[in-house]
């Protein structure tokens, strides 16, 4: 019983380092792999062999805005600088129930059209963004990968 | 009072007496000692021309003869002038004004001058006939004291325009400009010995501005400006990409010059004046000399014989080519008198740097986007 209280508590110890300075569980559907990265914006980020990535993120703030006003800033952001066309907004919710929205933007360039997905969440003064793109053609062909990965992002 | 204290003074100093006031007796007799000798010399060659008019004339020369007509004709005008500066030097000398003394005896002394050109050219008419019309000029000394009826009767613009209107403005200093000069309110200058009792006469100025404006669009821009003159009675003279230039009337030009400045931020602006006044002078004394040279010639054909006539009638026709040759730059000058040149160039502003709106100054924010998402370093997976 004892063996088995220090297997157990060893056992924590693994899984609180695996996940050490990561406040998200992001899960990789069959077809995309993690990229190892360090030196990017992106806390993980798994691609599929056609070109569809998903990625999370967490970025910490100073201000205490709230999910509307970052959902507003990103949107104009990429309608304004970028060139993309916000197609549809949402509500959702991670795994663990944090109520996020969603931005769905179309993108043309170099003759074809791309899909980019991002999901707003704000905890306190962190804010989690998980983005998802690629060509219009291969996220449809990954839609049911890629909703899937997006909902099974859960908040620590 | 001062003239007949000063008249009594003078001829007291005629009578050898020594008495406070008589140099500037002694200028005055002097310059016009010094203008009655000249006349004279100017009679005497003018009487030596003659004869030798009278005399080919006489010999039924026609080419020498009307070789001579035209030195005559010449020199009748330069003595004419002469005498009237005579009178001119008289009055000034009597009114004690010394500066007009001094400017017409100058005139006098280039009249002179003149006529000893003339009757030293006419010593060379004979086996020299061709010098002739074309080249016999009339120096001019005082534009505003010559002979009105041959200036304004042959080609003087009728009428004259108003002059120039003046600017609310104060603008940069042109020094070198007369006094009613745009962008000028300054006093007229010190007058030159040449024109000390005379005003500048402004209505043979030629205006011309040449501005650089900065403006947003160019093509609507370069479409206002010709707006500009069409309102103002103008037209367009040249346009391209971004320059157009336009002529208005003169007394339109600051209103039109003030109308275009309007259109954008002024980067440059010159404003000129040219005096073509020397120019148009000459040319109508040229004028004129021809024009007699034409009728003296027309005279001696109704009297020559047959082949006098045919010289006679070659030098009709060159004189007549010079006279239209004349006749067609003054059109060009008073042409350019009468309306005035605005030359504008449009540079397209430069990009404002005033955005339409804040951006926000989160790193992260620009990181968004599919450009970073689907650019994965090459790399090691897990």
Redesign the interface.
Known sequence: MNRLARLLAIGLALLALAGCGRHFQASTAPGF?????D???YDW?A?APD?V?V?V?V?KLDDGADLPFWAH??S???R?E?G?ALVSTADVRARDGTPGQELLFG?DESGKS?T?R?RLYLVGKRLT?V?A??TRDQMDRYSASVDWMLASVKLT | MRNRVMAGVCALTLLGASVPGSAWCAGAREQESFADEAIGRMERSAGDVRALVTRAHHDRDGVASACYTTKLTALEITLRKARDERGTLRRASLREDQDAISASSAAIAVLDRRARELHDEAMQCVGHEETFVGQTETTVVQPNRLDEAIFNADVAPSPSPPPPPSIATPAPAQPAAPPSLPFSRTPAPAASPYTADATHDATMLAYSADVTLAVYQVDKSLDAVEAVAAAMGGYLAQRSDAQVQIRVPRPRFLEALGQVEKLGDVLHRNVSAEDVTDEFVDLGLRLGNARETRDRLAELLKLASVKDAVEIEKELAKVTEVIEQIEGRLKVIRDRVGFSTIAVSLQASAPSTVRTSAILPFAWLDTMGLGPLLNVPKGGAR
């Open positions: 792999v993690v990229v190892d990265e030196s990017t914006a980020r691609v070109g990535v990625a993120r970025v800033a990103v104009l952001r990429m304004d970028q993309y993108h791309f980019y991002v963004i983005e793109g690629g």
